[in-house]
């Protein structure tokens, strides 16, 4: 059975930086891609990339682009976004999500979601 | 990249059918076969109803279909029921290998 599971929320101040981990299991994690979707509260869902779990390559939302970076640590089957200068408007719900090539790409396992809030 | 454009709110009555739009252009919905939409309840993570565009994953009901026609994909639900109340956003690939979600639609079940 597939699971995602996020590292617990984060209170940061603007300008610092955030590390949000999501931790998978139960499927082969080279041969699918782990997306990055947030959502602020009470708001829309917004994709901000993708890591490649078997190559590692990402790919990025052009709005994120200069300010996020993916990562993963094989060994540990976990993916991580890191995203700085975090301003008040980045306050919002992270979720990690697998992308199921036999599903055309849909996002068929989903992380339970983390909460960064940016406030001074 | 701007959101693919969804209803705000629709709503029905039990054992009515509704469908839900999601517009986008020619550099997503219109280029590809890669349309999927998800529910989402409230505090809950989404959840995958349909993807391809038309194909349902084999955790949800028949009730639940979809389709697409130029840059247009829509999202039907028949015989509506209480529990279908909820939050549902159509997504699509896009050029550049990216991703695009829709605005998101709120159902009411009345």
């Known amino acids: 059975q597939v699971h995602l599971v996020q590292s617990g929320a984060e209170v940061k101040k603007p300008g610092a930086s955030v590390r949000v981990a999501c931790q998978t299991s139960?499927?082969?994690?080279?041969?699918?891609?782990l997306h990055w979707v947030r959502q602020a509260p009470g708001q829309r869902l917004e994709w901000m990339g993708f890591?490649?779990?078997?190559?590692?390559?990402?790919a990025y939302s052009q709005k994120f682009q200069d300010r996020v970076t993916f990562a993963r640590d094989t060994s540990a089957t976990t993916v991580f976004m890191d995203l700085s200068s975090l301003k008040p408007d980045d306050t919002a719900f992270y979720y990690c999500?697998?992308?199921?090539?036999?599903?055309?790409?849909?996002?068929?396992?989903w992380g339970q979601g983390t909460l960064v809030t940016v406030s001074s | 990249q701007s959101a693919l454009t969804q209803p705000a709110s629709v709503s029905g009555s039990p054992g009515q059918s509704i469908t839900i739009s999601c517009t986008g252009s020619?550099?997503?919905?219109?280029?590809?076969?890669?349309v999927s939409w998800y529910q989402q309840d409230p505090g809950k993570a989404p959840k995958l109803i349909i993807y391809?565009?038309?194909k349902r994953p084999s955790w949800v009901s028949s009730r639940f279909s979809g389709s697409k026609s130029g840059n247009t994909a829509s999202l039907t639900i028949s015989g509506l029921q209480a529990d279908d109340e909820s939050d549902y956003y159509c997504?699509?690939?896009?050029?550049?290998?990216?991703?695009?979600f829709g605005g998101g639609t709120k159902l009411t079940v009345l």
């Open positions: 999500a697998r992308a199921n090539y036999e599903m055309a790409g849909g996002f068929d396992s």
């Open positions: 139960g499927y082969s994690f080279s041969f699918y891609a």
């Open positions: 890591i490649n779990g078997g190559s590692g390559d990402p």
């Open positions: 020619s550099s997503d919905i219109g280029s590809f076969h890669v």
């Open positions: 391809e565009g038309t």
């Open positions: 997504c699509s690939f896009a050029s550049s290998n990216t991703w695009i």
